[in-house]
């Protein structure tokens, strides 16, 4: 199997973009009741599968476009998932088996901690303090759910299209 | 191993370079970058919503024809209605327009509609808004007002080229003048923003301690036209119970607003005349 | 020094410098153990003190409405577009640090040494970054505020935890565009405070009064951190009427924030927050739309009007004209308005406080004193030839040709003035004037409003000739003559004169009037602080039918009202003003004579010689408000509550 240099960022930076779209759609019919946050499904498979420039690239622009028309200080969002994306990067070896649990795991633990953050630095949105707990944690419980089920097939993804592109992709060192 | 060293210290630099950017660039320039990004999103957020527009229209295909004929009855009936409610607006509208002659009044702003898809809504803790198929290329401004049939939706955030964002009237950073129906006082109703597991609710402050609506009878909250971006007595939502403030002076109470507004499709934003035709 | 054969540093004397340095230290020791551990609480609350501000609040005020609820006097929202100086501290500072940066260039290009002016550079920061907020509401709203900096240098310097007004007053408009266009986390916030406001304009005016700003210290007894550094916010406090006769009741209790401030004194966490509570409402015993009815008859017109309830002494009307709007006094009275309201001569409550001669109305009192004392009785019958000789003055009546012979009923009705000259010279002034006294017209009446007068009331007698005028040499017979037609030196207010209608309709004395509605209101003689008149029943009726006669066929035809019996006396006295002598137009009556339930006193000043006359001018007036009070939607109101009666 051949390693493309550039096509693998190109398929990771596609599927985010897939993903923006079903999570949009999601989010809509959802709303108000409830939303789901799961930024990690944006950050994990760039951050252990690309080299490091690739990486910053994919979830930075990704990162770009969520936040594009949201009402947060320009490129604060992006800020974090590239903080996060180079936290994933420096423990990515870890979860060379890519096994269901251990990914499940990591991205829980991405997803919270990225919650926590828009829990701190973003303005609240609700009637008050009290609401806004609630809100943020329904969100994230939810979301925690659908990762429980969803999270190692987001996240690899885009793997099997590579792979039935004849591209095969392990975690690596960078070169 | 000194190029694990270099690789991984020239990763780290990367991704902090990329973080300093981020949170240090001017302001000026992450503002242009959004707005970019903004543009260059929209698109996926107008095509899926085409496309789901397509997907309705080609299972409206697989209904029976006398789904179909019964439906196309049905249009044709709520047309004829409208087009007498049309008739009858536009003969008021004349009228209004010779008495505020004759007595020297001036005439409220006037408004032009137009209608837009919605493509996505957004709401979660942090924001309240939706995505419309609109922009500036129908002379869609920021801060034009945004309603449907029942009533208001919010405001126009921001308009790009051929999508805007519209801030949810129940959004806590939507703000509005407004009145009672019946009531020329002016009252300030604000947006409370996201609840979870719950519709979403307004606010109203500053009322007269004389209005008493009940659970039987609520009192009808409406815009009011004197910021001029609202036209006068359209819809906010409904006000069942008001509680006096610690000063004796003025009363609070929730706003329901409509339950349409979670699933509205279509929206209209009144464009305003003067500006349109700047 | 040398010990042993040997050298040794050690020198015995160093050993008190030892000492002193140990004491000292262990005395250096024991003073910062002593404030640091026995003195910890009280140093860790002076700290706290020092760094807690606290802000008192006023209440609203309560509302007043007259006897039917009707709303009279209430607050209105009042808009402002204010920022709080904490909350803009990183934008003065940002500024500052350019104005700075600039300065130190400018300095350094032209080689300048002098001393930088900080205090001036931190001036023009705050202004800078306070007129860009003005900049951006007059973009919004199209207008050309300006601040001035001694605005913004004085709330910086002695009111920074107070939200400081960028736009006072904003319009009903202005408020609707800036609520919408402004951000909501923006830091120009919209200020709602109250001004007073009164929906019936100059209504009732002086009897309701108005509201000035209270620059004194707010009473903040009982309210927490009494030892703090304190705001105060400008309340109100009540300048006349019933706003200041009552506004300890309207006052609304005030509220307290304690707030915890940094080095710089700007606040950054609240700790106690007691909300302001609005005070107690006020239902005055005016019935505003029997007031608004007497207004209008009025018209352009000056003078005063009372209308009593005859049983409790509420007041149901009081009406002075020229009168004022007070809504003209908010948020705060210009000199403008103050000095237009001085030039029409409208600040006087004409009915409480205006001075006038009474004219032959005070014949009532001339008729009761006759009577009591035994010159005359209901049969008693003199002849009017025109007017009387008393010492070497012509005494004239209104009628030159005279009324022939009159009885007392016949006196009253035609105002006959030789029928009552001879009653008070048989009398005696000093019966006369012992009547009026018994009926209050030398004294205050009690009501709730002021009643400090220029000059004082004046029931004439030789003790007050003697006192007050003299001059004008000893009392004569001449001075009894006048007094007993109420001319001479009688000065009384209408509302003293309503007051001695109304006792004089419930056959007693005194009557207290009041300006507060009270249902459960008890009233009699005592309540009133008067008794019973004393007369015989004849003499009493003689007097009251004097009083029917002159509505229906005498002076005050022009009160008549269909179905109403109405016991009535007109006057016209006349009072020298700037070497003219113009007239007083007077109307007392009573309704309906059978059972009292309303009292009037109407008194028009005339503004040239003879343009004003009893019966033609003020007997209008008076008739409109008995018509008013005989509707169907006055009197049953009134006959609800009647109290109990006295008559």
């Known amino acids: 199997m051949r390693r493309a240099r550039y096509s693998p960022a190109i398929v990771f930076f596609s599927v985010n973009v897939a993903y923006l779209h079903i999570l949009a759609t999601v989010n809509s019919a959802l709303s108000p009741y409830a939303a789901l946050i799961l930024p990690c499904v944006f950050i994990i498979g760039p951050s252990l599968f690309l080299r490091g420039w690739q990486a910053a690239l994919v979830v930075g622009v990704s990162a770009l476009l969520w936040e594009a028309s949201t009402p947060v200080r320009p490129a604060l969002a992006c800020a974090l998932w590239l903080a996060a994306a180079f936290c994933v990067r420096a423990v990515r070896f870890r979860f060379r088996p890519l096994d269901g649990f251990s990914v499940c795991a990591l991205a829980q633990v991405v997803n919270i901690a990225l919650i926590f953050a828009y829990f701190a630095l973003f303005p609240n949105g609700c009637a008050d303090f009290g609401d806004y707990v609630l809100r943020v944690f329904a969100d994230s419980l939810l979301s925690a759910a659908v990762l429980i089920f969803a999270a190692r097939f987001a996240i690899l993804a885009p793997l099997s299209i590579l792979k039935f592109a004849g591209v095969e992709l392990k975690i690596e060192e960078d070169f | 191993m000194e190029w694990r060293k270099y690789t991984a210290l020239r990763t780290a630099a990367i991704f902090a370079g990329a973080v300093l950017l981020c949170l240090f660039a001017p302001s000026a320039i992450r503002s242009f970058v959004s707005s970019g990004f903004d543009e260059f999103r929209a698109p996926m957020d107008s095509i899926p919503s085409h496309l789901a527009d397509l997907q309705k229209y080609w299972s409206l295909h697989s209904n029976s024809k006398r789904d179909l004929i019964e439906a196309g009855r049905d249009l044709a009936r709520l047309n004829a209605a409208y087009e007498l409610k049309l008739l009858e607006n536009e003969s008021l509208r004349r009228r209004l327009e010779g008495l505020e002659r004759i007595m020297n009044i001036p005439s409220d702003q006037k408004f032009r509609y137009e209608v837009a898809r919605v493509a996505r809504r957004d709401v979660n803790a942090w924001w309240q808004r939706m995505v419309i198929r609109k922009g500036s290329v129908h002379g869609i401004r920021e801060g034009c007002a945004v309603v449907c049939a029942s009533g208001v939706v919010g405001r126009i955030a921001s308009a790009g080229t051929r999508t805007s964002v519209v801030e949810l009237v129940s959004s806590r950073r939507f703000r509005m003048a407004a009145r009672f129906a019946g009531d020329d006082r002016p009252v300030i109703y604000y947006g409370r923003g996201g609840v979870s597991m719950h519709a979403a609710e307004g606010e109203v402050f500053d009322v007269p301690a004389d209005m008493e609506p009940t659970l039987k009878k609520p009192a009808t909250l409406v815009t009011s036209s004197l910021a001029g971006t609202f036209p006068d007595g359209i819809e906010i939502g409904k006000v069942r119970s008001l509680s006096l403030g610690a000063d004796g002076i003025f009363k609070s109470g929730t706003v329901e607003l409509s339950p349409r507004l979670d699933s509205l499709a279509e929206v209209a934003v009144l464009v305003p005349v003067s500006e349109d035709s700047k | ?647």
């Open chain 3, 1 to 647: 020094m040398e010990k042993n054969g040997q050298y040794s540093n050690w020198n015995p004397r160093i050993s008190v410098f030892y000492a002193v340095f140990a004491a000292a230290f262990l005395f250096l020791m024991g003073s910062l153990a002593y404030r640091q551990i026995y003195l910890y609480d009280y140093y860790s609350a002076r700290g706290e003190r020092q760094s807690m501000r606290r802000i008192i609040e006023p209440g609203a005020r309560g509302d007043i409405y007259d006897r039917n609820m009707k709303l009279l006097v209430a607050n209105e929202p009042r808009f402002s577009a204010v920022v709080y100086f904490n909350e803009i501290r990183r934008e003065f500072r940002k500024e500052y640090m350019r104005l700075k940066k600039i300065e130190l260039e400018k300095r350094e290009a032209s080689g300048d040494d002098s001393r930088i002016n900080y205090s001036e550079i931190s001036s023009r920061a705050r202004a800078n970054v306070l007129n860009g907020y003005v900049d951006q509401i007059n973009s919004i709203l199209g207008s050309d505020y300006k601040l001035t900096s001694a605005d913004y240098n004085r709330h910086f310097e002695n009111q920074r935890l107070l939200p400081f007004p960028i736009i006072r007053d904003l319009k009903g408009r202005e408020h609707a565009i800036l609520a919408e266009r402004l951000p909501v986390d923006s830091p120009i916030q919209i200020y709602t405070d109250t001004a007073r406001y009164y929906p019936y304009g100059d209504s009732a005016a002086h009897l309701l009064g108005y509201v000035g700003s209270n620059f004194d210290e707010i009473n903040t007894e009982g309210m927490p951190g009494d030892d703090l550094q304190t705001f105060f916010f400008v309340g109100k406090i009540g300048r006349s009427g019933l706003e200041k006769a009552f506004d300890s009741k309207l006052q609304g209790a005030s509220g307290a924030k304690i707030w915890v401030v940094d080095l710089d004194g700007y606040q950054y966490d609240n700790i106690v927050d007691v909300r302001p509570k609005k005070g107690s409402d006020v239902v005055a015993s005016i019935d505003i739309d029997l007031q608004q009815a007497v207004e209008d008859a009025f018209g352009e017109r000056k003078g005063a009007a009372v209308a009593l309830d005859v049983k409790t002494g509420e007041v149901l009307a009081m009406v002075s004209r020229p009168s004022y709007d007070p809504n003209l006094f908010s948020p705060y009275m210009t000199y403008k308005v103050s000095n237009e309201i001085t030039r029409r001569g409208a600040w006087l409550n004409r009915a409480t406080q205006g001075l006038y001669p009474p004219g032959s109305p005070y014949k009532l009192m001339t008729a009761v004193a006759g009577l009591m004392t035994g010159v005359i009785d209901e049969n008693t019958v003199k002849t009017c030839e025109g007017g009387i000789k008393v010492g070497t003055r012509i005494f004239p009546c209104n009628k030159r040709s005279g009324h022939g012979n009159v009885n007392l009923e016949d006196a009253i009705a035609h105002s006959c003035n030789v029928y009552f000259y001879e009653t008070a010279l048989e009398a005696g002034i000093e019966a006369l004037s012992s009547t009026a006294k018994d009926f209050g017209l030398d004294s205050r009446t009690g009501i709730e409003l002021k009643e400090d007068y220029s000059r004082r009331t004046v029931v004439s007698d030789p003790a007050y000739k003697k006192k007050y005028r003299p001059y004008d040499g000893p009392w004569t017979g001449g001075d009894t003559a006048n007094a007993s037609i109420g001319q001479g030196y009688q000065l009384q207010t209408p509302l003293q004169m309503a007051c001695m209608t109304a006792s004089l309709a419930r056959g007693e004395t005194r009557t207290r009037p009041s300006i507060i509605h009270d249902p459960s209101r008890v009233c009699g003689p005592a309540y009133h602080g008067g008794e019973k008149l004393g007369m015989k029943p004849e003499h009493y009726k003689a007097v009251i039918d004097g009083m029917k006669a002159a509505v229906e066929r005498g002076t005050a035809r022009r009160v008549a009202i269909e179905g109403v019996s109405i016991a009535a006396k007109s006057g016209t006295a006349q009072v020298p003003v700037r070497g003219e002598k113009l007239t007083l137009a007077w109307m007392v009556a009573f309704a309906p004579v059978e059972n009292p339930q309303i009292a009037v006193a109407v008194v028009v000043e005339g503004e040239e010689e003879g343009d004003a006359a009893g019966g033609r001018t003020a007997g209008p007036i008076a008739r409109t408000a008995l018509k008013k009070f005989f509707d169907s939607s006055v009197a049953p109101r009134v006959a609800e509550n009647p109290g109990e009666s006295g008559g």
